[in-house]
């Protein structure tokens, strides 16, 4: 009996610990003023399976979710956000105009920051400029080296695609199949 309630209080405790601490990019942008740490941006539409999955399975997954909470600002954005929002010195909007497709258009900031498909993930370093993006549902297990090579800097050392495969050879996974 004792064995059974403790695996239970075992697994309260991960899947409390497994939320990740979403904020808004104005949220983000202010805090790294205060506090430098780079910014994750989760770009997502409400009508995207993929996206769902990657809330789900990717950012519920209890060690990408520490590695965002204790390195990143972790953003989540609708690419078809109808609200304006006030970033980098300007004013970005959505006219929200149906596409052909029956989806809504992609807000400014979307574009801005070269979105033109969900899911994407967008990189920023601790002064809001662009590090990288990475588009396509990814699990756990793929992002996870990602956000290491990130909030490590080690993409300002790693240039070429040999090194990318050596370090991705080499790199530990925290994450249990």
């Not at 990288?132 to 240039?159: H, M, N, V």
Request: hydrophobic share 35%; glycine share 4%; net charge positive.
């Amino acid at each position: 009996m004792k064995k059974i309630i403790s695996i239970i209080l075992l697994l309260i405790v991960n899947f409390s610990f497994a939320q990740v601490k979403w904020m808004t990019i104005e949220e983000a942008l202010k805090a790294q003023k205060e506090n430098p740490k780079k910014i994750l941006l989760d770009f997502y539409a409400d009508w995207c399976g993929p996206c769902k999955i990657m809330d789900k399975k990717t950012y519920g997954h209890a060690v990408i979710a520490q590695i965002l909470n204790d390195n990143y600002y972790p953003v989540k954005f609708n690419a078809e956000e109808k609200k304006s929002i006030d970033v980098f010195g300007r004013t970005f909007s959505n006219d929200n105009t149906e596409s052909k497709k029956g989806k809504n258009s992609l807000h400014e900031f979307t574009q801005y920051m070269n979105v033109g498909a969900v899911p994407s993930t967008v990189f920023l370093d601790e002064k809001g400029g662009p590090i990288t993006i990475l588009q396509g549902e990814l699990s756990a297990k793929e992002l996870e080296p990602y956000l290491e090579f990130i909030s490590k800097d080690l993409f300002k050392k790693i240039r070429t695609r040999e090194q990318w495969e050596d370090y991705q050879k080499k790199f530990k996974s925290k994450i249990k199949d």
